[in-house]
């Protein structure tokens, strides 16, 4: 499994933005760009939600919920993806994980950063 190192979580109020980061430093280049690459949300007594994913072609899928508002991207060089974050809303509220899946279909997760949007 790759380790991947979340940051960029924090409290935010509504309409603000912020940029989380995920950080693969042990993982080689040529593994990190075939990787899917994911991010994913969790609020208490729910399921883990897909949010955005970025996959080896460049091709990017968002949450209906995200669309227009949140972007994906990577920093190859850097082992670095990448989810800014705009227009937040409360409902944006909960924590973030980071998520690398093979071709094969394994998954790595981060150990999750929190985001907190007030009204």
């Known amino acids: 499994q790759a380790r991947l190192v979340e940051s960029g979580g924090g409290l935010v109020q509504a309409g603000g933005s912020l940029r989380l980061s995920c950080a693969a430093p042990?993982?080689?280049?040529?593994?990190?760009?075939?990787?899917?690459k994911g991010w994913y949300r969790q609020v208490p007594g729910k399921e883990r939600e897909l949010v955005a994913t970025l996959g080896y072609g460049g091709e990017t899928n968002y949450a209906d919920s995200v669309k227009g508002r949140f972007t994906i991207s990577r920093d190859n060089t850097k082992r670095t993806v990448y989810l800014q974050m705009n227009s937040l809303q409360p409902e944006d509220t909960g924590v973030y994980y980071c998520n690398h899946r093979t071709p094969a279909g394994h998954d790595s997760w981060g150990q999750g950063t929190q985001v907190t949007v007030i009204s």
């Open positions: 042990r993982t080689i280049l040529s593994v990190f760009t075939s990787n899917t």
